[in-house]
């Protein structure tokens, strides 16, 4: 796929908000639905760009909360923009932040949050290349 021609992406992940603590067979375990956001890219998009952004605003206020999703993955949607299929994504970048980051008031972790409503979805992520991700495993050792 050009880079250029990406419009949608999908940003996925575990967010913590909306994580919970449950007893299984007397176990304590923590329960986490796994989330897929789709949202529009807002940023130019390519190998010779470091960071991905994606930013989309809803009719209506979605509920969800996108703290914790850092270190998922973003894919780049072919395909029909109203239906994610799993053939339709491919791997693009690496999520850092997401907003909304929490529905606990007062926990605006930046100025960047302050902008934003119940409605908008907001995600800043790395470019993941061949290159970039040859970095990354050098950065462990």
């Given at each position: 796929t050009p880079w250029d021609t990406i419009r949608m992406c999908v940003a996925a992940?575990?967010?913590?908000?909306?994580?919970?603590?449950?007893?299984?067979?007397?176990r304590?375990?923590?329960?986490?639905?796994?989330?897929r956001a789709v949202a529009e890219v807002s940023s130019n998009l390519g190998r010779d760009q470091k960071y991905i952004t994606l930013s989309s605003a809803l009719d209506e206020p979605h509920g969800r909360f996108f703290s914790g999703m850092s270190g998922g993955p973003?894919?780049?949607?072919e395909g029909d923009a109203d239906v994610v299929a799993d053939e339709d994504l491919l791997p693009?970048?690496?999520?850092f932040e997401g907003y909304p980051g929490s529905g606990r008031a007062g926990e605006?972790?930046?100025?960047?949050?302050?902008y934003l409503t119940e409605r908008d979805i907001f995600f800043r992520g790395l470019t993941l290349t061949p290159e970039s991700f040859d970095y990354w495993l050098t950065q462990l050792g």
């Open positions: 992940g575990y967010p913590n908000e909306h994580k919970e603590r449950m007893e299984v067979d007397a304590e375990m923590v329960s986490a639905g796994f989330l973003i894919y780049a949607q693009i970048g690496i999520i605006i972790g930046d100025a960047t949050a302050a």
